[in-house]
C-alpha cells in the first residue's frame, strides 16, 4: 500500500523531474597524443558508471579529434588563432593589431566560454600535464587553466582537478596563473608525489591534497585483452619511441644532435635484440611526433642493412587508443620513453623498462616498486640498457604477478576517488 507522502514525492517528481547532470572536462585532449586520450577515455567511462544520465562536454585543445573520437560535444580550449595582417613597415602598427586582435578573440571567446559552461554543474580537468609552461609559456596552458576556472566559478560550476600532473612551470606569471586556478578548485588531487610537492614548491599549500594514480589506470578491465600464449615463436619486444630533443626540446641548441643521438642508440638496441632472435614491434604513443620518429628509426635500420623480410620488425598502424593497445598486447616485454605506453603495457601484465625523461617516470616506477627498471634517456647507455633487459626477461614471470597485483591495487584507490567525487555531484 502507497502511503500519502510516497504519492505526495512521486506527484512532486512529475512536476519537477530531476535534471540530468552537465559535466565538462578541461584539458590536452584531441591532440592525437594517445596518452591523453586514453585519459580521457577512463575519466567518461568511469563518469558514466556513477551519472549514467549525464550530458558530458569537453573543452579542450583539439575540440574536433576529441568530438570524433570520444563522440561528446567538446568546445576549444584557447582562442582561435588567425592571420594578423602588419601594417606596411610600421611596427607600431604591427603591435597595436597583434594586441587588438588578441584582445577581440580573448572577448569572444570568454563569451562562447560562459555559454558553454552556463548549467554545467561539474568542470573537471582529469589527469594529463595540464599545469606546465616549457612548450607554451605564460600564454598557453597555465593562462587557459585560469581562464577556464574563473569562468567556471562565475557560473557556478564546481570545480575539480582529478589525478593532474604538474610541471616544470618556468615563469612568474604562470605560476601566478596555476596557483589562482588551483585556489577557486572545490577538489585537487595530484598523480604523483613529485607533482604535489612542485605545486607546494612554487608557493600554494598542496598540504591536504590528496595524490591517486594516474587515471589511465581505471580503463576498462574489458579493453585489457589476453591473448593464447605463442608456442614456438620469437618472444615479441615492444619497443617505443619519442621524439626527444632534450629537456628544453627543439630549441636547445644541441637539440638535433640529441635526437640523432637517441635514434642511434635505438637502432643499436633494436639491432642487438634482432641478432638475438628476437621480434620487435614499433611503438608510438604520439601521432603527431612519434610517426616520423618511428620512420627514421626503420630508415636506420635498413642502412644497416635490417629490413623486415621475415616479419621479425613490426611496423603497424597505431593512431588510436584500441590500436595500441591491440599491439601492445602482442609483445612479451616494453621498452618506452613514453609515459601511458608504459601504464598500458602495465596493465596488460606486461614488465616494462621506462625510458625516463621527466620526474613522472621515476614517480611512476618508484610507486609500483620498479625504480631498478627506469632508465634515463639522456646520455642512455646501451650496454646498461641491454642489462637491464636480459634482467627483466630473466625476471618476468616473477614479475606479472607484482605487476597484476600493483595495478589492480591502483584501479581500487581510483575507484574510491570516483566514489567520492561524483557521488557529491
Known amino acids: 500500500m502507497i502511503s500519502n507522502l510516497e504519492v505526495l514525492n512521486r506527484l512532486q517528481t512529475e512536476k519537477n523531474p530531476v535534471k540530468p547532470k552537465k559535466i565538462t572536462f578541461l584539458g590536452l585532449f584531441g591532440q592525437q597524443n594517445l596518452g591523453n586520450d586514453c585519459t580521457l577515455q577512463a575519466m567518461i567511462y568511469n563518469a558514466r558508471k556513477y551519472l549514467p544520465d549525464a550530458e558530458f562536454r569537453c573543452i579542450c585543445s583539439g575540440h574536433e579529434d576529441t568530438s570524433e573520437r570520444h563522440n561528446i560535444s567538446a568546445f576549444p580550449m584557447g582562442a582561435m588563432s588567425g592571420k594578423v595582417f602588419p601594417g606596411k613597415n610600421n611596427t607600431l602598427l604591427t603591435l597595436l593589431r597583434k594586441v587588438f586582435v588578441r584582445i577581440t578573440k580573448e572577448v569572444l571567446h570568454g563569451v ?62 604562470s605560476r601566478w596563473f596555476i596557483r589562482s586556478a588551483l585556489s577557486l578548485a572545490e577538489y585537487r588531487s595530484y598523480r604523483d608525489t613529485f607533482s604535489k610537492q612542485y605545486i607546494e614548491r612554487i608557493g600554494f599549500d598542496s598540504n591536504s591534497d590528496p595524490v591517486y594514480p594516474d587515471l589511465a589506470f581505471s580503463l576498462p578491465s574489458a579493453m585489457m585483452t589476453k591473448r593464447d600464449h605463442r608456442s614456438g615463436q620469437r618472444p615479441v619486444i615492444g619497443v617505443g619511441v619519442v621524439d626527444y630533443y632534450g629537456q628544453s626540446g627543439k630549441l636547445q641548441r644541441r637539440g638535433d644532435d640529441i635526437y640523432r643521438d637517441y635514434v642511434n642508440k635505438t637502432a643499436i638496441f633494436v639491432t642487438w635484440l634482432l641478432e638475438h632472435n628476437y ?77 625516463s625523461h621527466h620526474q613522472k617516470f621515476d614517480s611512476l616506477m618508484a610507486g609500483l616498486g620498479l625504480a631498478e627498471y627506469c632508465l634515463h634517456i639522456e646520455n642512455l647507455n646501451v650496454d646498461r640498457l641491454i642489462e637491464q633487459f636480459k634482467k627483466v626477461a630473466k625476471n618476468s614471470e616473477d614479475l606479472k604477478p607484482y605487476i597484476k597485483r600493483k595495478t589492480e591495487e591502483y584501479r581500487k584507490a581510483l575507484d574510491e576517488q570516483y566514489t567520492f567525487i561524483f557521488n557529491d555531484v
Open 112 to 173: 562562447r566560454g560562459f555559454k558553454i559552461l552556463k548549467g554545467s554543474d561539474v568542470l573537471v580537468a582529469p589527469g594529463t600535464g595540464l599545469l606546465v609552461d616549457h612548450t607554451t609559456g605564460f600564454r598557453g596552458y597555465p593562462y587557459n587553466v585560469f581562464k577556464w576556472s574563473v569562468i567556471a566559478k562565475m557560473c557556478r560550476c564546481k570545480l575539480l582537478f582529478v589525478s593532474v600532473g604538474a610541471g616544470p612551470i618556468y615563469h612568474p606569471l
Open 279 to 355: 621480434s620487435v614491434r614499433v611503438l608510438i604513443g604520439d601521432v603527431k611526433y612519434d610517426s616520423s620518429v618511428r620512420q627514421d628509426l626503420i630508415e636506420l635500420l635498413e642502412k644497416r642493412g635490417l629490413k623486415d623480410d621475415e616479419g621479425q620488425i613490426v611496423n603497424g598502424t597505431i593512431s588510436s587508443v584500441e590500436q595500441l593497445l591491440s599491439q601492445l598486447e602482442k609483445t612479451d616485454i616494453v621498452i618506452s620513453p613514453r609515459f601511458h605506453n608504459i601504464i598500458l603495457a602495465l596493465m596488460l601484465n606486461k614488465p616494462v623498462i621506462s625510458l
